[in-house]
């Protein structure tokens, strides 16, 4: 027995930029001391499958008049065919852009895979990489599968979801466009977005970038002392969200000038959890808005306007309404339109379109208190990033683990080589620990 569930607009947008640009693929890694059993590991996938039925779904084949994809979830899952490779073989990068460059063929094949590095680990452990397919989940949904699969490698039972998909659907299908005060809504933060994005955000300048295909990978751990002061120096309205978003936003644009480029508005990508209170953090699905956090180069002059100018975007932003009005823009398209005709949409993104699009992509999972580990006993380090694409050739993503915060950096080797990734990611760290003084100064320490 199969059951079939369609698509929400939010995965068929996603699976529409994936098929029409880079592949949208999240990394989920893990760098152990620990050496893995693939017997033991595959089958706590089929474990996992069960708490987390999407990670075994395929996507049912459609044709151009179809009206809406589809989702086909088995019963009994099969288990993940593990991928194993030695690294005294190949290097770690042509590795990485094997498993999460490569584009999942939802029809055939789950939309998870799973690699293991022998040898490429802590001290001559393994290494583990993770891909998941942003149309079935985002950075949340492919932490709890993999939260999933390690309990269950270790005989523990993975914790459930306090509301199984089928629930969690329903929710999105409950703030979508049911009466004409619902469409307007939509259609007003349709126009508000687009009057937003008059003026191209400015692109990051290269270093090191060469015409090749691919993408490199980069992190920075900040210290336990600044990461400390990160979470206590602040003013009471601003998050940590909102200082390393504003950071961010100044370390783009002493990039830039360093590099001789004029520097007008600038943007980051923000993804915007839409799940509830009560599961926020749980669910393995794609639930996530896009949304966008500007600067102009008035608002960057001094610390404490531009955070102040970042904070009332993401206190917006984060207003269930709007989140919700944006998703219901996503819905209105009429079902009876074939797929033929809405997989062309993500081609207005080319040319003028390029204005809709983000400086630099950043996801920021928060606090994790306990990240999935290969054993009981062993040492893990993480790494975590969101795609990156043309439109916004960097992906960062953020995650405060062990008392520190630390950021990992995917990017197009167009954009920079490794030496010029290390200094761009240098340049984002002076500059929380410089926003981290001024808010100092600023409540008088």
């Not at 703030?175 to 937003?196: F, G, H, K, T, Y």
């Not at 490199?216 to 400390?228: I, V």
């Not at 915007?272 to 639930?287: D, G, S, T």
């Not at 219901?328 to 079902?335: F, G, S």
């Amino acid at each position: 027995m199969t059951e079939t569930l369609p698509f929400t607009p939010l995965e068929e947008m996603t699976h529409h930029m994936d098929q029409t640009f880079e592949p949208w693929n999240m990394q989920g890694e893990i760098e152990s001391t620990g050496t893995v059993d693939i017997p033991q590991l595959r089958e706590a996938t089929a474990t996992a499958m069960d708490y987390h039925p999407l990670a075994s779904a395929r996507r049912r084949p459609s044709s151009l008049t179809d009206t809406r994809y589809e989702w086909v979830v088995p019963d009994d899952p099969e288990p993940l065919d593990i991928i194993e490779v030695d690294s005294d073989e190949t290097a770690l990068e042509a590795v990485r852009n094997r498993i999460y460059g490569e584009r999942f063929d939802l029809t055939e094949e789950p939309p998870v895979r799973i690699c293991i590095y022998r040898g490429g680990g802590l001290d001559g452990g393994d290494r583990v990489l993770q891909s998941t397919s942003h149309v079935a989940g985002d950075g949340l949904g492919t932490l709890r599968y993999s939260q999933a699969v390690w309990e269950a490698y270790k005989g523990n039972e993975p914790m459930r979801d306090p509301v199984t998909l089928q629930e969690s659907r329903s929710f999105l299908q409950d703030i979508e466009p049911s009466r004409i005060a619902d469409a307007v809504q939509a259609m007003d933060s349709l126009a508000r977005r687009a009057r937003e994005s008059i003026t191209r955000p400015t692109s990051l300048a290269t270093d090191g970038g060469r015409d090749v295909d691919g993408w490199g990978y980069a992190r920075y751990d900040l210290s336990q002392e600044l990461t400390t002061r990160l979470v206590r120096d602040r003013p009471d309205d601003i998050s940590v969200n909102d200082v390393l978003l504003s950071a961010l936003h100044l370390a783009m644009a002493d990039w830039n000038d360093a590099h001789g480029k004029v520097t007008g508005r600038l943007s980051v990508m923000m993804p915007v959890n839409l799940r509830p209170k009560e599961w926020f953090h749980q669910v393995m699905a794609m639930y996530s808005m896009f949304e966008s956090v500007r600067s102009g180069r008035g608002d960057r002059r001094d610390a404490a306007d531009l955070l102040d100018h970042v904070s009332f975007q993401t206190t917006r932003i984060k207003e269930r309404d709007r989140a919700a009005a944006l998703y219901k823009a996503l819905a209105l398209l009429p079902d009876e339109l074939p797929i033929g005709l809405r997989q062309e949409l993500p081609e207005l993104l080319r040319g003028p379109g390029m204005r809709l699009t983000d400086t630099i992509i950043l996801t920021n999972l928060g606090n994790i208190p306990t990240y999935p580990s290969v054993g009981t006993d062993t040492e893990e380090r993480p790494f975590f990033t969101p795609p990156s694409w043309r439109g916004s050739p960097v992906g960062l993503g953020v995650a405060s683990l062990d008392g520190q915060v630390r950021i990992f950096g995917r990017y197009l080797r167009t954009q920079f080589d490794s030496d010029g990734a290390d200094r761009f990611m240098q340049t984002y760290a002076d500059r929380i620990e410089w926003l981290v003084e001024e808010m100092a100064t600023m409540l008088g320490d």
